[in-house]
Structure formats: structure tokens, C-alpha cells
């Protein structure tokens, strides 16, 4: 996607929300009738709407309703940018009239960066600790205009070698597509002579929000207030600096395979987020693993005060938090406590039910549409197991080893997974890692 390109669109433009955009020049305006569904969702919405007695629509259908609503698509042609805008026709003068009268936003300072993210293209970074249920940002659609890109080498370039003949324009299909790729699904308060107005969906593009990656993990949710006109973006759990800011694109279900086909066919990406490219235990690429999970111990303050080691892996945890050594570095360690990283995952595992009871409170009072899905938190649990496990396989204490892996067997979903962990109960020394610990104290 050409939005993909311009680095720096979101930082450049998060000032201008509050003020009058210039006059633009409009180059193209095109009345657009929007499409249905497919025919199972409308079915589906249908059978939904027909039901509820609050909408007093037993007839209602999609598809008809659909057909006759329209929105308009302009874009505009300023000296250095592009702009376009997709309004709605029935909610242009309620949102015109509104958005350039709004406050500014208010995180300040800034707590959060765009930077590359490497196959997902750009994304969000952290640039302080957030704790859970911090504010991260929020922001209002910008008014009316939409800058597309301020980078020449990205804006597109005319095809007449003229200088004075007008630039030509991307096609309309240009524009939509980043709006499909980008935009997030808000309630507006359309005024109620308006025919079914409660009925009324709308889509809007922030510029911020629009940066932000999926995960199947995410550490950040996203809420709308209409009455406001507000986005704001709040962290679910600790976010470390230098940690990527995700949030879910899709309602997580505790079935991942379902859910990266449910990602595929929507957003239309083969998901790469961490949760989905974990390396698997048999290619004992513990190092990273553990690594990354002993971050999120450093983080709850977890980890061992004085330790010679500094990971700094961003550069930034040092100064203010105790480390702890990854799964590989324990191991080779015969100073280090057998039960170290055994009670800090012990820890973590009781933590994270604390912050799941702390935080779906926080989650379900404040932002109803985003619950915290428990799926996600049982994740985040599995992986501590599976280390406990790998502790006990690694020091070759063959009762707890068993016990642990039994535990983890059954919470996984993933067939190939559950035979591999079948098969090392049965012969634990099939563990790669069995009794290393031990082999290298000795
Ligand atoms: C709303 S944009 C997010 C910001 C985008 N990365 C950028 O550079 O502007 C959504 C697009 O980012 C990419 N993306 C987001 N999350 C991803 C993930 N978990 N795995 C792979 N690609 C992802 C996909 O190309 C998707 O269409």
C-alpha cells in the first residue's frame, strides 16, 4: 500500500488535527453507492436486526438498506500532499461542522514512535513504560481532508510531461483500498429524523491508529467515543520501551489457526505478529523465547538485583530494572539457582491471573466493545507452563518434567504440538534439552 511508504504522515499531521485545513483544490469528486455484503453476512445482520424489538425492523434487509445509502469520495490536490476524503452523505454536515471545532488531543508527551517494523511495514513503538490500562494516545479523525502522503518520491507522479497540464490522479479504487486496509469501524450520533439512523455504520481513518499493527497478542485496545469524537488508544498489560504497540484487527477466538484464516480472509495478510512466529521447541531456539519472556519479567520487576549480566536489548531497561537471565544463560550457569527461572514463570503465571482479574475489570467497565479476550491471557499462561517445563526437562527432573508437560499438552489446540509433547513425556531424554543443566555442573 502507497500509505505504507510515508514514514513521516502520522507525526507531521497529528498538529493539524485542530486547525482549518487550506481550501482544497477538488480534482475529483465521485458519488459512490456503497456495495453489500456477502450474502451470508447480510443474512446474518438480517436475521440479527430483525430479531431485536429495540430496532422495531422485522423486515429489514441489508442489501436494499445498503443500496441506498451513498457517500462521496474527493480527493484533493495540495502543492506537496494529496488528500482524499470519504464522507458518508448522510452524516457531511454533522461531521464538517463538528471536527474542526474539537480539542487538541492530550497525551503529551509523546509516548510512542513510528518507526519500521520490519514485514509489517511501519509501526508503533513505545517510547516510555506504559502501565496497564495507561493512556497511549488518542485523537479525532482528521477533519474532512485526508493527507496521503507529503513525500514526493511516493506522490504519484503525472503522466503528461507538461508542466502545466494537472497531475494526474490515482483512481478512485486507490483510495478505497487504504481505507480498507486502514480504516476502523466508529458509531457516529446521526440525528434521529434520519430514517433507521440507529442503524447507521461508519468507517473513519486515523492517522495514528492507522499505524498500528495486529497482533493475535495484543498489548493495546482501541476505544470510540462518539459523543466526543475521540479515539483513544489504552495499554492492556505493561508496555516496555522499544515494545511494538499492537492491537487485534479481529475478534480473538481461542483457536489461532481459525483465527489467522479469519485475518487472512478479512485484512487479507498472512499474519507475522510474535505470537505467530514463535519458534517451535524443537528447533531449541530457546534463546530468543526465553528472552523475550524474561523482558516481560523485568518489567513486573521481577529478576535478580546485582546480576553481572545486562541484556539492554533497547537500550533502555538498565538503569531502573533487575534482569533476569534468559533459558540458555541459566542453564550454562551453575552459580544461578536450580529454581530461578521455575519461580519467576511460577510468578508470572500467578501475575498474569492477577492482571487478567485487574484488567478485565478495567477493560469491561471503561471500553464495553473490547473486552479483554480470555483466549489471549490462557496464550500467555501456556507459554510460562512450557517453560516451567523446560526447566525441569533442562535440570532431567523427570516428575516434573511429566507434570508440567501434561499441563501444557492439554491447553494446546495445535495437533503437531500435542504429539511432540506427547512424545517427550512418554520418553522425557526425547526432550533436546534433557538434564544439560545438570551435564554441565557436573
Ligand atoms: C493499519 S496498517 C498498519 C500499519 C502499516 N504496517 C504501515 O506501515 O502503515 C495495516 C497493514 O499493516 C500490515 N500488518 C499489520 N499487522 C500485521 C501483522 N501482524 N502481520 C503482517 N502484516 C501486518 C498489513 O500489511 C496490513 O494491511
Not at 175 to 203: C, F, G, K, W
Not at 228 to 245: D, K, N, S, V, Y
Not at 360 to 366: D, K, N, Q, R
Request: glycine share 4%; proline share 10%.
Amino acid at each position: 500500500m502507497p500509505l505504507t511508504t510515508a514514514t513521516t504522515f502520522t507525526k507531521r499531521h497529528s498538529k493539524s488535527l485542530t486547525i482549518t485545513p487550506p481550501k482544497p483544490d477538488l480534482s475529483l469528486k465521485d458519488k459512490r453507492i456503497l456495495k453489500a455484503p456477502p450474502t451470508p453476512i447480510c443474512a446474518a445482520i438480517n436475521e440479527q436486526i430483525r430479531r431485536d424489538p429495540s430496532y422495531a425492523y422485522p423486515h429489514f434487509d441489508l442489501a436494499s438498506y445498503v443500496r441506498h445509502r451513498s457517500y462521496t469520495l474527493s480527493t484533493l490536490d495540495f502543492e506537496r500532499s494529496m488528500g482524499a476524503s470519504f464522507l458518508d452523505d448522510g452524516v457531511h454536515d454533522i461531521l464538517a461542522g463538528l471536527i474542526s471545532e474539537l480539542p487538541p488531543s492530550i497525551t503529551n508527551p509523546p509516548t510512542f514512535e513510528v518507526r519500521d517494523a520490519r514485514e509489517k511495514g511501519l509501526g508503533l513503538f513505545a517510547t516510555s513504560f506504559l502501565p496497564p490500562g495507561g493512556l497511549i494516545f488518542d485523537e479525532h479523525p482528521p477533519p474532512v481532508w485526508l493527507p496521503l502522503n507529503q513525500d514526493d518520491n511516493v506522490r504519484p507522479k503525472s503522466t503528461s510531461s507538461t508542466s502545466s497540464s494537472p497531475p494526474s490522479l490515482p483512481p478512485p479504487s486507490f483510495y478505497e483500498d487504504i481505507m480498507q486496509t486502514n480504516s476502523v469501524a466508529i458509531d457516529l450520533i446521526v440525528p434521529t429524523s434520519t430514517p433507521h439512523h440507529e442503524l447507521s455504520t461508519h468507517r473513519a481513518l486515523f492517522l495514528r491508529l492507522s499505524r498500528c499493527n495486529h497482533s493475535c497478542d495484543p498489548n493495546a485496545v482501541w476505544s470510540w467515543d462518539a459523543s466526543t469524537l475521540m479515539l483513544t488508544l489504552t495499554a492492556l498489560r505493561p508496555i516496555a520501551p522499544g515494545e511494538e504497540i499492537t492491537i487485534s484487527y479481529i475478534s480473538l477466538s481461542g483457536n489461532h489457526a481459525a483465527q489467522r484464516e479469519q485475518l487472512k480472509a478479512i485484512c487479507g495478510f498472512d499474519c507475522t505478529c510474535e505470537e505467530c512466529t514463535l519458534p517451535s521447541y524443537v528447533a531449541v531456539n530457546t534463546k530468543s523465547v526465553v528472552a523475550d519472556k524474561a523482558e516481560e519479567f523485568n518489567i513486573a520487576g521481577y529478576g535478580v538485583p546485582g546480576s553481572a549480566h545486562n541484556p539492554d536489548r533497547h537500550g533502555h531497561y538498565d538503569t531502573f530494572i533487575p534482569y533476569l537471565p534468559t533459558f540458555g544463560e541459566w542453564y550454562q550457569d551453575p552459580t544461578l539457582p536450580d529454581t530461578l527461572l521455575i519461580n519467576a514463570h511460577k510468578d508470572a503465571l500467578y501475575r498474569i491471573e492477577q492482571e487478567r482479574i485487574a484488567s478485565s475489570y478495567l477493560t469491561v467497565a471503561e471500553f464495553p466493545p473490547q473486552p479483554i479476550p480470555l483466549s489471549t491471557t490462557a496464550k500467555r499462561m501456556d507459554s510460562h507452563v512450557e517453560e516451567i517445563a523446560m526447566c525441569y526437562g533442562a535440570l532431567g527432573d523427570v516428575r516434573h518434567f511429566r507434570k508440567w508437560i501434561a499441563i501444557a499438552k492439554d491447553s494446546r489446540v495445535n495437533r503437531k504440538q500435542k504429539a511432540v509433547f506427547s512424545k517427550w513425556s512418554a520418553d522425557p531424554s526425547s526432550f533436546p534439552l534433557w538434564g544439560k543443566r545438570g551435564q554441565i555442573r557436573v
